[in-house]
């Protein structure tokens, strides 16, 4: 099994927009949440950040999916904030890839954690995804 150089790593960074929001996750007008970057948001680009350390070593009909992600979201961003998540690879357990996520706005961290990534067939994900059609 390929694995990316230890301590090699990947990162992306973007602009917060309104969907990255936590007032934007529920359609519910019950729900409040506050007009800063969402959590969730944030777990999804340290993801990214990993998916794209993992890239290269792809072949053909393969793709990475998340296992497992322990994260704090230590701090409040505001949209129009570009923010940077990175992806460190610390390396193998069995067959999980596990990387050190962190992410920053201008003023700082906001966040960081323990992710774990898998390398598997499209086709074996799309077939157990159907197999759970009209589960309960």
């Not at 497992?68 to 961003?77: C, G, K, L, Q, W």
């Not at 890839?97 to 700082?108: K, L, N, Q």
Request: charged letters at 20%; proline letters at 7%; glycine letters at 8%.
């Amino acid at each position: 099994m390929r694995e990316p150089s230890i301590h090699s790593t990947a990162e992306v960074a973007f602009e917060i927009g309104d969907a990255d929001l936590a007032s934007a996750l529920s359609p519910d007008p019950a729900d409040t949440f506050p007009p800063v970057f969402a959590t969730s948001r944030l777990v999804a680009f340290m993801e990214l950040a990993a998916a794209r350390l993992l890239k290269p070593l792809l072949e053909p009909g393969q793709l990475s999916v998340g296992a497992s992600i322990d994260t704090t979201h230590t701090a409040a961003t505001p949209p129009g904030s570009t923010v940077r998540a990175t992806a460190r690879f610390l390396g193998m357990e069995g067959k999980l890839y596990v990387f050190e996520v962190v992410a920053f706005d201008p003023a700082g961290e906001i966040g960081r954690g323990t992710h774990r990534r898998a390398i598997i067939s499209l086709e074996r994900l799309l077939a157990g995804a159907d197999r759970r059609k009209g589960g309960a």
